[in-house]
């Protein structure tokens, strides 16, 4: 079982939908990021939160900490959101990520 | 304000020949961490430099070997490389290791 996992691994959506992908972990964390890789390219920090929620744009990012659960929203989705969405934790307590396997999300027009 | 910058973009190796990659954290940051990055796969730790030492380590043999200066830019050393090592190598910065962490695009290594 993996220390940090991802859900869906795929998903595929039409412009416009409403978009969940999931996050759960293993440990307790002081703080989840969340981040976007388009292909071939480097990582994009979208988030990084403790608690609570946090909103940028059309990406809301929650985490229920109890629950060791996060998870990133994206309204009315766009193809340009097309990309991989990788959450990551730092499950030692300390800086160094552990990351899930990735959301691979394709937005169609 | 430059984020993180690595160079070179891309690069090309012959296996058992060295190579070093190199990364200028955010301007502020203090801590600059190294990841490998497999095709297909998420990203794997490799180490991380804070006040010129190495602070943690990941499982990576000591092939991998790092350096930061005092001006908290980093270099990656990669000795006898092997054909598995080719991979997209992710530097990030962060202030205390933890505040802004913030990743540079990568430097894709082939290893032939």
């Known amino acids: 079982k993996n220390e940090v996992e991802q859900s869906p691994q795929n998903l595929t959506a039409q412009e416009g939908e409403f978009i969940t992908i999931n996050c759960s972990y293993s440990v307790g964390i002081s703080a989840l990021h969340w981040l976007q890789q388009h292909p071939g390219g480097g990582i994009v920090s979208l988030f990084m939160l403790s608690s609570g929620k946090k909103k940028h744009g059309r990406l809301i990012a929650t985490i229920n900490i109890q629950e060791k659960h996060s998870s990133l929203h994206i309204t009315a989705s766009h193809p340009r959101d097309s990309a991989v969405y990788i959450c990551?934790?730092?499950?030692?307590?300390?800086?160094?990520?552990?990351f899930g396997e990735g959301t691979q999300l394709t937005v169609n027009p | 304000d430059a984020g993180v910058t690595q160079s070179p973009t891309h690069l090309i190796k012959t296996r058992g020949q060295q190579v070093t990659l190199r990364c200028s954290p955010k301007?502020?940051?203090?801590?600059v961490s190294w990841y490998q990055q497999a095709l297909g796969q998420g990203p794997q730790f490799i180490f991380q430099y804070y006040e010129e030492e190495e602070r943690q380590r990941g499982n990576f043999p000591d092939r991998f070997s790092g350096h930061q200066f005092p001006n908290y830019s980093s270099e990656l050393n990669v000795n006898a490389l092997l054909l598995g090592d080719s991979a997209l190598y992710l530097c990030a910065s962060s202030f205390s290791g933890i505040y802004g962490y913030t990743f540079g695009s990568g430097t894709r290594l082939t290893v032939v």
């Open positions: 990551a934790v730092p499950l030692t307590g300390g800086s160094r990520l552990t």
């Open positions: 301007s502020g940051h203090d801590t």
